[in-house]
């Protein structure tokens, strides 16, 4: 869904093409860049800026730009950021802004109790200058999604009839039904108790431990109580982290196999 169209595009086009995704979980971040590695020269959204986390860092010339780089909300949230995709044709008159993609985009509504400050500054930045802008979701539906890009000031409507699209709508692809991918599960329980809950969880992950020796298994969780629990359960086989680790803290934890966040 990513690297197939960047890669169209660098073969079309004939200026440097450059995209950005960000993603809510920083401890997601290092595996979008070894996942997308594959095939398309990556990098860290920090490191287009200075120490200092402000301001482009000097001597960054058109030939050094990567095909597409990743970052945190934090990192989209960072002025030097915003001031930098607002600027893009007077840094590199040379480059386009291809690709605007946010994982995980139903957080921009439904995290505001918990991230308020960070997510106005999001969507309320100047995406225009991207040539196309990519909301991910697994777990939205289209109520949702109608919330999630007001928040962008997309007042255009939105639909899944692609027989309607058109260059004054926004399109809503659900990529599960439309592509049969096979490693897709996805179920949505209630249990009785959190009791019954927690200890689903713990079987889930010592079930993946078990049985798939080759991947990495990250569980969200909304507190911090629940990440701690778990811990105590899985201290064989897990570590965590929690809003408590500053960002290189959780970074680190990426180089292990098994993570609870």
């Known amino acids: 869904l990513i690297t197939l169209p960047i890669l169209v595009l660098k073969q079309y086009i004939q200026k440097k093409c450059v995209s950005f995704i960000m993603s809510p979980y920083i401890v997601l971040v290092r595996d979008m ?16 800026f200075g120490e200092s986390n402000y301001g482009l860092k000097k001597g960054i010339f058109n030939e050094d730009l990567m095909d597409i780089y990743c970052g945190s909300y934090n990192d989209f949230a960072n002025p030097a950021f915003q001031e930098l995709v607002s600027n893009w044709s007077f840094f590199f008159p040379d480059a386009v802004l291809c690709y605007l993609v946010i994982d995980e985009s139903h957080n921009i509504v439904t995290e505001r109790d918990y991230s308020a400050d960070i997510l106005d500054i999001i969507s309320s930045g ?58 897709v599960i996805k179920s949505f329980k209630c249990y009785q108790s ?5 200890g689903k969880a713990v079987d889930i992950v010592r079930w993946f431990v078990n049985n798939r020796k080759d991947e990495r298994c990250i569980v969200v969780c909304q507190e911090k109580s629940t990440v701690r629990y778990l811990q105590s359960q899985l201290l064989d086989v897990t570590l965590s982290v929690t809003g408590d680790n500053d960002s290189q803290e959780k970074l680190d934890v990426l180089d292990a196999n098994w993570v609870i966040k």
């Open 33 to 48: 860049v070894q996942r997308l590695g594959k095939k398309l020269r990556v990098g860290l959204v920090k490191s287009l």
């Open 126 to 183: 100047n995406y225009s200058f991207f040539a196309k802008m990519i909301l991910l979701s697994g777990t939205i539906y289209k109520k949702l999604y109608e919330e999630v890009i007001k928040c962008f000031n997309i007042r255009q409507p939105l639909t899944d009839d692609y027989s309607n699209y058109s260059e004054d709508s926004v399109y809503l692809w659900n990529t599960i039904r439309a592509i049969p991918l096979k490693n």
């Open 194 to 198: 959190k009791d019954v809950l927690l």
